[in-house]
């Protein structure tokens, strides 16, 4: 389990940043685990700012929005880039999704943990195919916390790492849910993959 950090109520000018990655499979809670510590940091009386890539509509147009339907408001945004136009003087950042954005996600979020943000991601850290999903792996490297969430398998019961896509596209980013997808462990996974 994650231990948070004591909220940082230093002076901004004496506050210290760091990245927190949340990765997993579809359907292993990484959203809820980002709702649940933003949720954390407003109780703490933290400024909070939230961001997910403006492709990702699935279940609402602008809020992050967990399988389990909890959501939190945030901020639809096309580039990486745009999150530092919009941080302004928040503490902490959420990103949700962060697999869809490219690597100048990284440059961003470290010129905010640099800034003395806590700066929270969530986002898949493999493909359909089982292969990392760019750029989690880089952003998993220079985060201080890094938190593996686990699925159920679909299909044996067992925890599961991996997200099998159950149509026939070959595209890298296909949006959709437990009818595009199931989480599978190692075993299964190879078992059913095409």
Do not use: W
Not at 109 to 130: H, T
Not at 157 to 172: E, H, I, N, Y
């Amino acid at each position: 389990m994650f231990i948070e950090p004591s909220p940082n109520t230093r002076r901004p000018a004496e506050r210290k940043g760091q990245i927190e990655v949340i990765c997993g499979s579809m359907f292993s809670g990484k959203t809820e685990e980002l709702i649940r510590r933003l949720h954390r940091a407003r109780i703490a009386k933290l400024k909070v700012e939230i961001f997910k890539p403006s492709i990702d509509k699935r279940y609402h147009e602008s809020d992050v929005v967990s399988h389990n339907e909890n959501s939190i408001r945030s901020t639809p945004v096309q580039f990486a880039g745009d999150i530092l136009l919009l941080a302004g003087n928040c503490e902490v950042v959420g990103i949700d999704e962060a697999q869809f954005f490219d690597f100048e996600l990284l440059r961003v979020v470290q010129l905010l943990a640099n800034q003395g943000k806590r700066v929270i991601l969530a986002g898949l850290d493999m493909d359909f195919e089982g292969k990392p999903f760019e750029p989690m792996p880089q952003l998993m490297a220079i985060a201080e916390y890094v938190t593996k969430v686990h699925a159920i398998c679909m299909k044996c019961g067992d925890l599961a790492a991996f997200s099998l896509r159950l149509s026939a596209s070959k595209d890298k980013v296909v949006l959709g849910e437990k009818e595009s997808y199931e989480a599978r462990c190692r075993k299964c996974f190879l078992e059913d993959k095409k």
